[in-house]
């Protein structure tokens, strides 16, 4: 499995700044995941982390507003732009384990609450 | 329809018993199924896969999957006060991507 580590683990943000968090893995890995779990509910995905393109955004999701990078095999990144309380969510990077089984291993996650 | 559906719970179980978590899912393409334990505040953690029709067991863990029903299950045997969490079902289909059900909470009672 790959070990995946993320920062911040969590942060307090006020209405409008936008955050950018970080996601490295031990290991090179095709495709990197950003989901998004609001309170008291499951994983939504956000968009696909792609190597030397664009993300792929899911319906909802847009780049203005969750601009992501990913300059290597092994690292990407998150904004979260401005922020409104509503973004207020535990946001979660994720990659393919080594195969192609489909499983995924998560970050522990990066817990923003906006003020 | 959601495209993976469980079943939110509380479901509750006594310290010892079975605990039996349920998922269906849409996609009649889909390929790769998987359970993930999520502990409070914690981050996803994956306890099972199944890619075939039939039983899957690890442990105390065993994960049934049936593709006509379009049906995948987890069953926990001797379930432990530890095991109390959301399960998560998660289902991979054609497009690559991991759609995960609402997760189901299971409490395990001394």
């Known amino acids: 499995s790959a070990v995946i580590s993320q920062k911040p683990s969590r942060d307090i943000c006020q209405r409008g700044t936008s955050l950018t968090i970080q996601c490295q893995v031990d290991?090179?890995?095709?495709?990197m995941f950003w989901y998004r779990q609001q309170p008291g509910q499951s994983l939504t995905l956000i968009a696909t982390?792609?190597?030397?393109?664009?993300?792929?955004?899911e319906s909802g999701f847009v780049i203005d507003k969750f601009p992501i990078s990913r300059p290597n095999l092994t690292f990407s990144t998150l904004t979260v732009s401005n922020m409104s309380p509503e973004d207020s969510s535990i946001y979660l990077c994720?990659?393919?384990?080594?195969?192609?089984?489909?499983?995924?291993?998560f970050g522990e996650g990066s817990r923003l609450t906006v003020l | 329809q959601k495209e993976v559906e469980q079943n939110s719970g509380p479901l509750s179980v006594p310290e010892g018993a079975i605990a039996s978590l349920n998922c269906t899912y849409s996609?009649?393409?889909?390929?790769?199924f998987f359970w993930y334990r999520q502990y409070s505040g914690k981050s996803p953690e994956l306890i099972m896969s199944?890619?075939?029709?039939g039983d899957q067991e690890d442990g105390r863990f065993t994960a049934q999957l049936n593709k006509a029903s379009q049906y995948v299950s987890l069953l926990i045997r001797d379930s432990q006060p530890s095991d109390s969490a959301t399960y998560l079902c998660?289902?991979?289909?054609?497009?690559?991507?991991?759609?995960f059900g609402q997760g189901t909470t299971l409490q395990v009672k001394p």
């Open positions: 994720s990659a393919k384990g080594q195969g192609n089984t489909g499983e995924l291993f």
């Open positions: 290991s090179q890995v095709t495709m």
């Open positions: 982390a792609n190597q030397g393109s664009e993300a792929t955004y």
């Open positions: 996609d009649r393409g889909s390929q790769s």
């Open positions: 998660a289902v991979n289909g054609n497009t690559g991507k991991l759609i």
């Open positions: 199944i890619y075939s029709n």
